[in-house]
């Protein structure tokens, strides 16, 4: 079955600095890879998806991923953070095998420090 | 770009009561909807699959009874928690998708604050 892992329940920064927020998934097919945000009582968002085209996605808001088969990664990247930025971040990945599904991973709140 | 109506956006109903949550894709025909929860500081939690004319796919351990999916339109899907208790307060968020996944995704309502009381 197809799963992600989220590396850091919680990662801080200070404004300015790079976000770096780890996905890793499993999956024995070429998934489908997102990268969603929440801001506190509110639906998700997508930030940017990975649909087995260039490995390199970028997203709204200035985040980008990358797409890293050898590493069965999808890190979420920013290179300077912005107080707006302060959310739940959730990885997700949905293939052929999954039915359809999107199957999430345990999430990651970013602070962002002044 | 693909836009999904989640109503209420908060309710409260006392316990035993029934709640009806909408869920409406507003400008696209949602193939398949899924319904999640989520505690607090929690991930989203599968609760069932449904597809437009059939019946719910319900995922383990959730009760199809007390949770029940109605997807009557390529539009509109519902979710009616029934006989609530106060372990049933919660964040429900619905998603829609249409095909192909690869160009639309998933789109996720603003979901709905249950509090039983």
């Known amino acids: 079955a197809q799963s992600v892992t989220q590396l850091g329940s919680h990662v801080s920064v200070s404004e300015g600095a790079l976000v770096l927020l780890r996905c890793n998934y499993s999956?024995?097919?070429?998934?489908?890879l997102f990268w969603y945000v929440q801001y506190p009582n509110q639906g998700l968002q997508l930030l940017l998806k990975?649909?087995?085209?260039?490995?390199l996605v970028k997203g709204i808001n200035g985040f980008e991923a990358e797409f890293k088969k050898s590493e069965t990664s999808f890190h979420l990247t920013k290179p300077s953070a912005h107080m707006s930025d302060a959310a739940e971040y959730f990885c997700?990945?949905?293939?052929?095998?999954?039915?359809?599904?999107?199957?999430f991973g345990q999430g990651t709140e970013l602070s962002v420090k002044p | 770009g693909a836009v999904v109506s989640q109503h209420p956006s908060w309710v409260i109903c006392k316990s035993g009561t029934s709640v009806k949550i909408e869920c409406r894709s507003l400008?696209?025909?949602?193939?398949?909807m899924f319904w999640y929860r989520q505690f607090p500081k929690q991930s989203l939690m599968l609760m069932a699959t449904?597809?437009?004319?059939?019946?719910?796919?319900?995922e383990q351990g959730v009760e199809k009874d007390k949770f029940l999916i109605n997807h009557a339109s390529l539009t509109l899907s519902t979710l009616t928690v029934t006989s609530a208790h106060p372990e049933d307060s919660s964040f429900y968020i619905c998603?829609?998708?249409?095909?192909?996944?690869?160009?639309?995704?998933?789109?996720f309502g603003s979901g709905t604050r249950l509090t039983v009381v």
């Open positions: 400008d696209f025909q949602a193939t398949t």
């Open positions: 990975y649909t087995s085209a260039a490995t």
């Open positions: 999956s024995s097919v070429p998934p489908y």
């Open positions: 449904s597809n437009e004319g059939s019946k719910a796919t319900y």
């Open positions: 997700a990945v949905s293939g052929p095998n999954q039915g359809g599904k999107l199957i």
């Open positions: 998603s829609a998708r249409a095909n192909p996944v690869a160009n639309y995704g998933y789109t």
